[in-house]
């Protein structure tokens, strides 16, 4: 795969980000579809689902809101090849088969937690491959929910209006993690 087509895909996540597409549409949908193989968009939601409700579920803080707390950190991250051999496709779910929670979908409810659901979810996979699968369990949403503290929280009072992933991820980091799977499931180890 060309840079050409990692930008092809960026250019069709793009509307996402405007208020003029209406993401439900069929003609959306298929758009989407028309554009790439890697996955198949489609309808999930109800038919009387609004953008409002959607919008809502989106609740990671802009992280360039916080840049200049990492000005410093951009200005020294480590520079990639742009002439690097991209393979046409890489499978996650093959090259990790025994990583279960890697092809496992979580889901946030009314919640706006996508910032906590995103960062226990790559922390449960980037566990499970270091250990190459001996490891597998999933780190606690709900942990980070509850404990990161106001710091994380795009309102310091309510962890379900959205959040900063940087300060998510900087809790397990710093201070760990719990295992336990999706609300309720008893998925602890």
Not at 59 to 66: E, F, I, K, Q, R
Not at 126 to 146: P, Q, R, V, W
Not at 154 to 182: H, M, P
Request: net charge negative.
């Amino acid at each position: 795969m060309s840079l050409s087509g990692i930008d092809g895909v960026l250019f069709i996540l793009f509307p996402f980000s405007t208020a003029q597409v209406d993401v439900l549409s069929d003609e959306f949908i298929n758009s989407i579809n028309k554009a790439q193989s890697f996955w198949r968009a489609g309808k999930v939601w109800p038919e009387n689902t609004t953008s409002e409700f959607l919008e809502r579920l989106s609740g990671s803080v802009d992280p360039n809101l916080y840049r200049h707390e990492y000005e410093d950190q951009i200005a020294h991250r480590p520079q990639f090849r742009l002439d690097a051999n991209i393979p046409e496709a890489f499978d996650v779910r093959e090259k990790w088969p025994q990583c279960k929670a890697i092809d496992k979908e979580r889901s946030q409810g009314f919640c706006n937690s996508c910032w906590a659901h995103v960062v226990a979810s790559a922390f449960t996979d980037i566990y499970c491959i270091a250990s190459k699968g001996e490891t597998n369990f999933e780190f606690s949403t709900e942990d980070i929910l509850t404990c990161c503290g106001p710091e994380c929280l795009a309102d310091a009072a309510r962890s379900c209006t959205g959040g900063r992933v940087d300060k998510a991820w900087d809790y397990l980091v710093e201070q760990g993690g719990v295992s336990g799977g999706e609300y309720k499931s008893r998925e602890v180890k």
